[in-house]
């Protein structure tokens, strides 16, 4: 049974409230009654095992029976990435946030096709992202950003201590992701680059290389940016934070 998803602020003193959209989940589509034991999360890396003690017409209110503490993945896989068209990047986010990405940056390339998300896009995604923890016993959100500039990111995530940049690249025949983590040991911080439908410019990579970023191949077939996207981010989660 997944866990659900309790803002911070309703848990309190051993105590839980479900309010709004989750409490009509639970209430009417999941059906629980006083008595049920669930389990719940606050987003901030605790879980808990609870008891739901009364409904109404508005709300749930139970009791916490015992809590767990996530454990920090060893490291973190920060994903940015250009923004795949439709349903595309929500089901990129979705997947991303089963797989166990910390953080998700939609990166405006020069080829790009969508550079910019509305607020509303915004919340939404992030209600993805606490339904992919939900699925996924995640007891955090991975967050998703506000779209930034690649030349941008590039220069502050060149900053970063203990951090490897890592550009999947078409071009790039020889080194792969294994390969390349062998040459490079303590890190605690990966960022994945995920280029646009048209590909990189050369400007670009040329930006990439100037800061350090290490290209890789994902294989000889053209994956689209969703694709290559959680192929990158699952081999990466696999390796550290099983």
């Keep these: 049974m997944p866990h659900f998803y309790v803002n911070p602020k309703d848990i309190k003193d051993k105590s839980f409230v479900i309010e709004n959209e989750q409490f009509h989940y639970l209430s009417t589509v999941r059906r629980f009654s006083a008595g049920d034991e669930i389990n719940i999360f606050d987003g901030l890396g605790n879980s808990y095992k609870a008891r739901i ?56 390339y020069l080829r790009s096709v969508l550079k910019e998300l509305s607020e509303n896009k915004i919340e939404r995604y992030k209600k993805i992202s606490i339904s992919a923890s939900s699925q996924s016993w995640r007891a955090d959100i991975m967050p998703v950003d506000k779209p930034v500039k690649f030349n941008e990111a590039a220069e502050k995530v060149s900053k970063e201590k203990d951090t490897l940049n890592v550009l999947p690249w078409e071009s790039e025949e020889n080194k792969n992701i294994l390969s390349l983590l062998n040459e490079n040991t303590d890190i605690k911080n990966i960022n994945i680059f995920i280029g646009p439908e048209g590909g990189f410019d050369k400007t670009e990579i040329d930006v990439a290389l100037k800061n350090n970023f290490k290209t890789v191949t994902l294989g000889k077939n053209i994956l689209r940016v969703e694709t290559a996207a959680i192929v990158a981010s699952s081999i990466l989660t696999s390796i550290y934070n099983l």
């Design 53 to 108: 003690d009364s409904i109404d017409r508005a709300s749930m209110k139970g009791t916490i029976l015992s809590s767990k503490t996530f454990v920090l993945p060893k490291v973190n896989i920060s994903l940015y990435t250009a923004i795949p068209k439709g349903e595309r990047f929500d089901w990129l986010i979705e997947k991303a946030g089963e797989v166990g990405v910390s953080k998700i940056v939609p990166v405006i």
